[in-house]
């Protein structure tokens, strides 16, 4: 094990000039976690959110960006018997994934999929605990019911498309462009509705309105989903990419018994996510080797090239995943 390694770091708060290369000492891992030798980082919007001092990392984490990863375990701490080094891993992190080396719980660790390639499989943790999470555990969607993901085409959208439409769910998805929206309805959405040219709360209350809704949006959309739900349907929101803030007449929400709920993955317990990996494992793990479902691949990009990634991401052309290689 060096004792060094590279790593990109946020020099100060801004756009994706502040990334920067620097080095920074190998971790090692304490009882219950251990080190990764990245092969490859998934790039996320809450890199970017921390990047720009809007989304500062938990107490003890790492402050490097980067909250999912793969590649090989190269050290064990003490307590763990399920993982050994040189087994290869996708992993959630609490932070510090761009780097050559990320210290993570064992618990969050999953194996790759069969057959999966480790660029894939770095793209899994972070986008698929957080729709198994919110959109199943928190949003109880069943087959048969209709779900409506907003940005359909990123890759929480190219996750939740795929995963209710395998359950049996009608999928709806809003995308900013006709090409964005063609990768939705490809994907398994029943169709997929460009909110440049089309309105989406019109077109869901003439299907009966949606069952549950998945935003990233926030800002005046609020009021456009509560609107857009059925009787009895379930608003879960994960972000505010137009602000938190909206005014809401709660009169509706208890003449047609809505829910509102939402949640962020980082600051949950590590239990919470240790019991979120499990269920992955147990319900989505067998679709992913199965081919059923699998990970939509935007573009890859050096470790060196971190700022260029986040400028792509930033840029809202890609469709799905973007990665940094690393090994």
């Known amino acids: 094990m060096p004792h060094s390694m590279n790593a990109v770091e946020i020099t100060k708060a801004g756009g994706p000039e502040v990334l920067q290369v620097t080095q920074r000492a190998v971790p ?21 959110l921390q990047r720009a001092g809007m989304y ?83 949003g109880g969607l069943q087959g048969g019911e209709t779900f409506l993901v907003h940005g359909g085409s990123s890759g929480i959208g190219t996750t939740a498309i795929q995963l209710a439409s395998t359950i049996g769910a009608r999928v709806f998805a809003t995308a900013g462009s006709d090409e964005k929206c063609q990768a939705c309805v490809d994907l398994g959405a029943e169709k997929a509705i460009n909110y440049r040219t089309e309105d989406f709360v019109s077109i869901m209350e003439r299907e009966g309105g949606a069952n549950l809704i998945l935003d990233m949006v926030g800002g005046d959309y609020i009021q456009r989903n509560l609107r857009s739900l059925a009787d009895d349907g379930r608003l879960v929101q994960i972000a505010f990419l137009q602000g938190p803030k909206a005014e809401i007449n709660f009169s509706q929400m208890m003449t047609r018994r809505l829910t509102l709920t939402g ?49 792509r991401m930033e840029s809202s052309s890609h469709i799905g995943k973007i990665v940094l290689r690393v090994a």
């Open 263 to 311: 949640s962020t993955l980082r600051p949950q317990s590590d239990l919470a996510k240790a019991r979120i990996a499990e269920s992955l494992l147990e319900n989505v793990w067998p679709l992913l080797e199965a081919k059923r479902i699998a990970p939509v691949m935007d573009s890859e990009f050096n470790l060196l090239d971190a700022a260029k990634a986040h400028t």
């Open 56 to 138: 500062a990392p938990p107490p003890n984490a790492s402050d490097l960006p980067g909250l999912e990863a793969s590649g090989t375990i190269v050290e064990v701490g003490s307590g763990i018997s399920e993982w050994a080094e040189g087994d290869k891993v996708c992993a959630l992190l609490p932070g510090g994934g761009y780097a050559e080396f990320a210290l993570t719980p064992a618990a969050h660790c999953l194996p790759v999929p069969e057959e999966m390639g480790l660029k894939e499989a770095a793209c899994l943790p972070e986008t698929f605990f957080t729709v198994w999470s919110n959109v199943f555990q928190r």
């Open 28 to 48: 090692h891992p304490g009882p219950g976690e251990v080190v990764i030798k990245i092969a490859y980082a998934g790039v996320n919007r809450p890199d970017a």
